[in-house]
Every structure is written in C-alpha cells, then in structure tokens.
C-alpha cells in the first residue's frame, strides 16, 4: 500500500474523530464541555495531530446527535486554548500544541515579544564579531571597509529554542554595540544608550526548510518547515541600522498581521 503524505493522513484521520467522542446527555457536566475536554485531550495526547480537519459544526452535530450551539461552544474553548484555529470557509484546523500566536503590528524585539506572550527570553551566542563585509557595508549605505557587527543566537522563550537569528548592525551610527553585554535585548541597548533609536522597520516572511543548525538546535530529526523572517530596522531619520534573518519554527509559531481596507 502507497504512504500517504502527511495531509492526507489528516483528512482520513478526520472522518474518525466523531468515532472517538462519546457524550453522556445525563451528565451533569455540559455537553459542549464534555466534548471540549475529549477533544483536548486527544489533541494533547497525539491522537489528533496537527493539521488534521476537524469535521465541521454541522457534520459533527448530526454524527453526535447534539445542537450545533454545542459544537460551536466546545470548538470555541479550543480556540481558546489555542489548540485549533478557523478560516473564513469554515474548516478547522488543529495545531500545534503550545503555539505562539503573535503579531506584526509594531517594531519590537524578541525578548518584548516573549515577556507580552509571559514567557522568559533567555539567548544563546553563536557567533558575535566585528567584521567588514563589502555587500553588507553597501546595504547600509556604507564605504565599503566599513565595520559592521554580525551577531548569530539562539533565541529561546521558557529555555525552549524558537528561532535562530543572524543580525548584522551599523556600527557606524551604533558604536556603542561593539563593547556592549548582547545577551539579553539588543534593542533594548540600541533605545536606551545609543545616539540613533529604532523607531520602523520593513519585514518579509518567507516559507523555509530549517537547516542543519537548526536541526540541532530545535531538536528536529530532519529539516522541517519553518518561517524566515528578514528585518530592515531604521531610526526616525530614515538610517539603516539593522538587517536580521530570523528563522522561526513553524510548529511553533504563528503571526497574525492586522490589515485594514
């Protein structure tokens, strides 16, 4: 028999969820609370994997004999927990358990990100050293033997490895990075004792395979999807001081972007 790939093995799982939940119309506890805390623990427990759809309100009404005000109800308690997440068409899809769900709506660090999730940034150095690099020195609008700083980390929130960073920094009108403690918030260094502060900055987000650093780093057997985010931060005069290349674990992280028509 062929492999099915992994997507299709979510959708043949999905027909067998309703098979999975039993739901007792004598019990005290509500029906919408029974089915949430069933599917939970199927989700937590790995029985449900992420990515696989979850039969749709009405569907599973009819299969469970139950109102669709229940399977909105228990559906909604997921969402909550971040457990699942809905599209405008009406499917829903499990994730990842413990995913950050985050946003793009202003310049911020990593370590502000993670203390607005409540978690505890911490970092790892890879690599931290003055270099003149003449691609890098032209992005910045530099002469060409210009130094700038290139600095490598791990970046992890409750000592969980989330993202790894290669940042490089002008240190032409940031000269106080090149003596400074990075171990912590180098944005928070930039704003607080450097001439030049960051106040915008221009992201993409691109679809990557992790490679073999972060392999190692995030504990993968084989390079797995994640997201690539590359920053150009500027102060309010319009100087480039930084361009960083974050890669993000993709079973890990979500980014919603608020857009207004």
């Known amino acids: 028999m062929p492999r099915l ?3 299709k093995n979510a959708k043949a799982h999905a027909s067998t969820i309703p098979s999975l939940i039993t739901l007792n119309k004598d019990a005290p506890e509500p ?20 990515g696989t759809q979850l039969p749709t309100e009405t569907v599973f ?25 809905s599209n405008r068409k009406g499917g829903t899809t499990v994730l ?17 990100e993670m203390q607005e999730l409540g978690m505890k940034p911490s970092t790892r150095i890879l690599d931290q050293a003055i270099i003149n690099d003449r691609g890098m020195a032209s992005m910045f609008g530099l002469n060409s033997n210009s130094s700038l700083l290139k600095l490598e980390r791990i970046r992890c929130g ?9 940042a490089w920094y002008n240190l032409h009108h940031l000269p106080e990075l090149a003596t400074a403690d990075l ?6 260094v930039i704003n607080q004792k450097c001439q030049h502060p960051l106040d915008w900055c221009e992201q993409t987000v691109e679809a990557v395979l992790s490679n073999d650093i972060e392999n190692q780093a995030f504990g993968f057997t084989s390079p797995q999807p994640c997201l690539l985010i590359k920053r150009r931060s500027y102060s309010p005069d319009g100087i480039l001081l930084e361009y960083v290349e974050g890669t993000f674990r993709g079973d890990a992280y979500a980014y919603r972007v608020k857009m207004k028509g």
Do not use: C, W
């Open 5 to 7: 790939s992994p997507l």
């Open 31 to 50: 029906l919408y609370a029974q089915l949430f805390q069933q599917l939970e623990t199927l989700i937590l427990q790995g029985d449900i994997k992420p």
């Open 61 to 85: 009404s009819e299969t469970l004999g139950v109102s669709k005000i229940t399977i909105k109800r228990g559906y909604m308690e997921l969402r909550n927990r971040k457990l699942i997440t």
């Open 96 to 112: 990842t358990p413990g995913r950050l769900d985050t946003h793009m709506f202003k310049l911020r660090g990593f370590t502000q």
């Open 158 to 166: 409750d000592d969980k490895p989330l993202s790894h960073e290669v």
């Open 183 to 188: 171990q912590g918030s180098v944005y928070q």
